[in-house]
Nanobody, 115 residues
Framework: QVQLVESGGGLVQAGGSLRLSCAAS????????MGWYHQAPGKQRELVAF???????NYADSVKGRFTISRDNRKNTVDLQMNSLKPDDTGVYYC?????????WGQGTQVTVSS
């Protein structure tokens, strides 16, 4: 069994920064892809940032240049540094990892950006 614990959400003014962290534990030999998803109120969950096992990254157009995803393979963690936050970034952010073709989700952490 794999567990994901997220932290770092909160309330911030537009233009501010937050750093989200996600720690994986349990029956993990190695983690393949890792990512962060955003679910705005009343909308579907969407991929924000992705990082492969080799460190290649990909970002949604809406966050390019503002968000940075990183991972620590020794600690089984993935972080999302969010800068220049906008009110549209408000929502719940979910950590997602892939282990041996199985995907796991965190419980989500709320980010609220005030204008």
């Amino acid at each position: 069994q794999v567990q994901l614990v997220e932290s770092g959400g909160g309330l911030v003014q537009a233009g501010g920064s937050l750093r989200l962290s996600c720690a994986a534990s349990g029956s993990i030999f190695s983690i393949d892809a890792m990512g962060w998803y955003h679910q705005a109120p009343g909308k579907q969950r969407e991929l924000v940032a992705f990082i492969s096992s080799g460190g290649s990254t990909n970002y949604a157009d809406s966050v390019k240049g503002r968000f940075t995803i990183s991972r620590d393979n020794r600690k089984n963690t993935v972080d999302l540094q969010m800068n220049s936050l906008k009110p549209d970034d408000t929502g719940v952010y979910y950590c997602n990892i892939e282990v041996r073709y199985t995907r796991y989700w965190g419980q989500g952490t709320q980010v609220t950006v005030s204008s």
